[in-house]
C-alpha cells in the first residue's frame, strides 16, 4: 500500500476555482494518511508544474500521486509521462476530474462543488493507495497497411504512407479509382478539375513500388490484431486483358470504342447519377482510372459483340480470393449523396427536378447551350438543405459542403451559357471560410437569394408546362413569391456510403448520424476505439476535398507511428482471468465486443483466456462471471471498493 503520496488540485485558470474552493480541498485532504504532500495550482499541465512535480516526487521520493484537474481524456498521458520521468511508475498516478464532473456541473452550487471535489480527490488517494506497478504490452507489428477506397483520401494517405517505407495494399471497390472526385470537372475553390487530382494521384500510386492496387475488390474477412491482421480480399475481374491499357494508343481506343458502340445492353449510369446510360463494357470518361475498360459482369449478356472489336475481352477471367497480412488499417470508404424520397419537393414526379450531383454532371454533358429532356434551361432555381438540417428525418446534421457546392456550381453555369439566371431558396447560407469569396461572386453577378424557415419549407408545383416554386421568403418580411423555373435542382447532402459490410468485419462503431465514429474529434481525430483501424475523409463526416486530404494525411501519419517500430506498446490494463477459478460457462466471451476472450484446456478443465492483444479493458466481462474469476489490471475490486468507500464516506 502506497504512504507517500503528492496530491496536486488544479485550479485550471479560473474553469475549477471559480466555483470549488481549491484551498479547501487541498486542506481537507492534506489530513488523509499517507498523503505527503498537497498542493494547488494554476495550470497543473504547465511545464512549471510539471517539473515541480518531478522534484517533489524525487526529493520527497512520493510512491504515487493524484492530479485533480480536466478530464483523463485530455491529459492521462501527460501526467503519466511526468511520473516517468520523475522515474515513478506511470500506473501509479490517478487522475480525478473535477472540472467536467465537478465544476462545470455544478457551477450553480459552489459550496456543494467543493464538498463533491473533497470527496472526489479523497476516492482518487484511496485508489491509488492499491495501485500497482504495471508494464506497457510490446507485441511485434508488420509495417504493412491495408486501404479501403481509393478515393482522394485513400489514394493520398497510400502515397504518404508508400513513401515512409510502409507497404501499402490499396483496395477499391470499384473498377475505377478517384471516387466521388472524379466525377467533378471543376472544383471549388482551386478551379482544378478532378480529373487533373486524380490523375495526379493515381500516376504517383502506379509508380510506387509499396503501393498495390486492387480494384473491384472488397473486404471479405478480418482476422487477428492490431500489428498482425489477417484479411481476406475478393477480386472481381474487368474481363479485359491486363495490358488493354488505352493511354497514347489510338488504334486501341477506336478498338474500345467500336466496341462499346456494339454493345446491345444499356443500363442506367451511375457515374452520371442515373440521368443517362451506358452500355455494358464501359471506359466513358477521361477522368476513369486505371485507363483501360472494365465489362459489368452482372448486366452483360455474353453475346460477344464487343470482343469482334476488342481482342483484349476475355470472359474466361475468375474471381480470385487474396489474403494479406497488415498491421493496420486505414478506412476511406467515402459518402453517397442523398436520394430524395419520391415525391420530396416533386422529385421523381415531375421530369424537371434534379439533384444537385445530376446538375453538375449536367454541365459537363451540354458544352454551348444548357438543355434539360431537349428542353432550354434559363431559370435555375435551387432549394438547400434536401436531405440535411431534417427536423422529423433521420439526417438532422448539417452536410456543410452543400451550400458552397451549389453557389459554385451557379456560378460555372452562368460563366458556361448565357443568360442564365439562378434563383437560391436557402436555411441560411454557410460558405465558411475563403469559400465566401464564391457568395459574394454569386451575388455580384446577380443571382437571387430567397431564405425561408423550417416551419415554412417551398412548395414545388406543376402548373401546365410551367414549374412554380412557392415560397415564404424570411428577407422579405414573408412575403409569399413565386419562382418559375425551367430546372430546379435539389441541393442534397451528405449520407454515409453503404458500408455496414465493413463496419461488421473491422468492429468500427457508427455516430448517431449513422458515419463512423472517432474516439474523439480534436484529441483523436482519425482513430477509432479497434487498435489498428484509422479512418479519414467523408466516410466519417461530410468533408470537402481540402479537408479529406488533412483527414487523410492524419491517418497516415497515425498508423505509421503506430506500426513502423516493428512492435507496438499496448495498454496493460486488460482483463486477466484466474484459472484456479474460472469454470467455462461462456459468459465472458458472449458480451466481449472485441472476441478477446477464447476458451482453452487448462489443468484437465476447460477455461477462459484473454487474448492481449485485443482487449481493451472494458471491464463488460466482470460483470457476467458468477465465479468472480476474472478481474481488470489497474481497476482491481480493491481499488473501486476503496474508492467508493472514500467516495461515500
Not at 493511354?247 to 446491345?264: F, H, R, S, W
Not at 457508427?510 to 479497434?530: A, M, Q, S, W, Y
Not at 472494458?618 to 476474472?630: E, F, K, S, T
Amino acid at each position: 500500500m502506497k504512504n507517500n503520496i503528492g496530491v496536486y488540485i488544479c485550479q485550471c485558470g479560473s474553469n475549477i476555482s471559480d466555483y470549488v474552493d481549491v484551498e479547501k480541498v487541498r486542506d481537507e485532504v492534506s489530513k488523509i494518511e499517507g498523503v505527503a504532500i498537497a498542493k494547488t495550482t494554476m495550470f497543473a499541465c504547465a511545464d512549471s508544474t510539471q517539473k515541480e512535480i518531478i522534484e517533489d516526487v524525487r526529493n520527497k521520493k512520493l510512491d504515487a500521486m493524484v492530479v485533480a484537474s480536466c478530464s483523463p481524456k485530455l491529459h492521462l498521458f501527460t501526467f503519466r509521462n511526468v511520473a516517468i520521468r520523475a522515474g515513478l511508475n506511470p500506473y501509479h498516478y490517478v487522475q480525478v476530474n473535477i472540472r467536467e464532473q465537478d465544476s462545470w456541473a455544478h457551477s450553480d452550487h459552489p459550496a456543494e462543488a467543493t464538498l463533491k471535489a473533497i470527496g472526489l480527490v479523497s476516492a482518487g488517494i484511496a485508489r491509488v493507495k492499491h495501485s500497482k506497478a504495471l508494464k506497457s504490452i510490446d507485441i511485434p507489428s508488420r509495417n504493412a497497411v491495408a486501404i479501403l477506397g481509393a478515393g482522394v483520401s485513400g489514394m493520398r494517405a497510400a502515397i504518404e504512407m508508400a513513401d515512409m517505407g510502409t507497404e501499402v495494399h490499396l483496395i477499391e471497390r470499384e473498377h475505377f479509382v478517384g471516387g466521388r472526385t472524379s466525377q467533378w470537372s471543376q472544383l471549388f475553390t482551386t478551379r482544378q478539375s478532378g480529373e487533373e487530382v486524380v490523375s495526379g494521384l493515381y500516376n504517383k500510386i502506379i509508380n510506387n513500388e509499396n503501393i498495390s492496387l486492387y480494384t473491384g475488390a472488397e473486404l471479405l474477412s478480418m482476422k487477428g490484431s492490431v500489428g498482425d491482421f489477417k484479411a481476406k480480399i475478393r477480386i472481381i475481374p474487368r474481363y479485359i486483358k491486363a495490358d488493354c491499357i488505352l493511354k497514347d494508343n489510338q488504334e486501341l481506343l477506336n478498338a474500345t470504342l467500336k466496341a462499346i458502340n456494339a454493345c446491345p445492353v444499356e443500363i442506367s449510369d451511375d457515374f452520371n447519377f442515373n440521368i443517362t446510360k451506358r452500355k455494358a463494357i464501359y471506359k466513358n470518361y477521361h477522368s476513369e482510372f486505371p485507363e483501360c475498360p472494365a465489362i459489368d459482369y452482372e448486366h452483360c449478356t455474353k453475346c460477344g459483340e464487343c470482343a469482334k472489336y476488342l481482342d483484349a475481352v476475355d470472359f474466361e477471367q475468375k474471381e480470385q480470393e487474396v489474403e494479406i497480412n497488415v498491421g493496420a488499417f486505414v478506412v476511406a470508404t467515402g459518402f453517397d449523396p442523398y436520394e430524395p424520397e419520391k415525391g420530396e419537393y416533386a422529385y421523381a414526379e415531375v421530369e424537371n427536378v434534379i439533384t444537385l450531383p445530376q446538375f453538375k454532371r449536367l454541365i459537363e454533358m451540354n458544352e454551348k447551350e444548357l438543355t434539360y429532356r431537349n428542353k432550354a434551361v434559363k431559370n435555375i432555381a435551387y432549394i438547400y438543405c434536401v436531405g440535411s438540417r431534417q427536423t422529423e428525418g433521420k439526417n438532422n446534421y448539417c452536410s456543410r459542403y452543400c451550400c458552397t457546392s451549389a453557389i459554385h456550381a451557379a456560378i460555372h453555369a452562368r460563366n458556361k451559357y448565357r443568360d442564365i439566371n439562378n434563383f437560391h431558396i436557402n436555411r441560411g447560407i454557410r460558405t465558411y471560410g475563403k469559400q465566401e469569396l464564391l457568395y459574394e461572386e454569386s451575388s455580384r453577378n446577380g443571382d437571387i437569394y430567397l431564405q425561408f424557415d423550417e416551419e415554412n419549407i417551398p412548395v414545388v408545383e406543376k402548373q401546365g408546362e410551367k414549374l412554380i416554386i412557392k415560397v415564404k421568403d424570411i428577407l422579405t418580411q414573408e412575403k409569399e413569391l413565386e419562382v418559375e423555373a425551367d430546372l430546379l435542382v435539389l441541393v442534397t447532402g451528405m449520407v454515409p456510403r453503404k458500408h455496414s459490410k465493413v463496419s461488421d468485419i473491422l468492429k468500427i462503431p457508427l455516430g448517431r448520424d449513422h458515419f463512423f465514429n472517432e474516439i474523439h474529434p480534436k484529441l483523436k481525430p482519425v482513430e477509432t476505439v479497434i487498435d489498428g483501424v484509422f479512418i479519414c475523409g467523408a466516410c466519417q463526416a461530410p468533408f470537402n476535398i481540402t479537408e479529406t486530404i488533412k483527414s487523410s494525411l492524419s491517418a497516415a501519419s497515425k498508423a505509421n507511428a503506430l506500426i513502423s517500430k516493428g512492435k507496438i506498446e499496448l495498454e496493460p490494463t486488460i482483463a486477466e482471468i484466474n484459472p484456479e477459478q474460472c469454470s467455462w460457462c461462456g459468459a465472458c466471451t458472449e458480451v466481449c465486443l472485441y472476441d478477446a476472450i477464447r476458451k482453452i484446456g487448462h489443468n484437465g478443465k476447460e477455461i477462459a483466456e484473454v487474448d492481449e492483444s485485443k482487449c481493451k479493458g472494458c471491464g463488460m466481462c466482470l460483470p457476467v462471471c458468477d465465479q468472480n474469476a476474472i478481474n481488470l489490471i489497474g481497476y482491481t475490486d480493491k481499488e473501486i471498493e476503496s474508492f467508493i468507500d472514500a467516495l461515500i464516506s
